[in-house]
């Protein structure tokens, strides 16, 4: 049920590029750790860690992403939440390339 040029659904696993420990997406739109101007796609923890505090919490933009190893759980409310994420998205960041 993935669909393209769609921000991934929470739960999804992935590699960042130049890193060599998986990632879980667990938020999306998040301010970066140093100033409330830099807005990412997504917010995520340490896989299989999981998630432990603020302070361990990484953010990052979609073309940072190397592989994906899973995509987190999707049904109709994802895909419906997913279209309203679009719009915020496209609100806040202008259009942003999810392929």
Known sequence: ???KNRPLPIGSVVLLKGADT????????KYGPFNRTDIYDYAACLYPQGYHSPEKT??????GI???YALGYQDDSQIEF???????FRSIKGETDFS
């Open 66 to 68: 190397e592989r994906i």
């Open 58 to 63: 990484f953010v990052f933009n979609h073309d």
């Open 82 to 88: 997913a279209e309203e994420l679009m719009e915020q």
């Open 1 to 3: 049920m993935a669909r």
């Open 22 to 29: 998986k990632m879980m997406i667990l938020g999306y739109l």
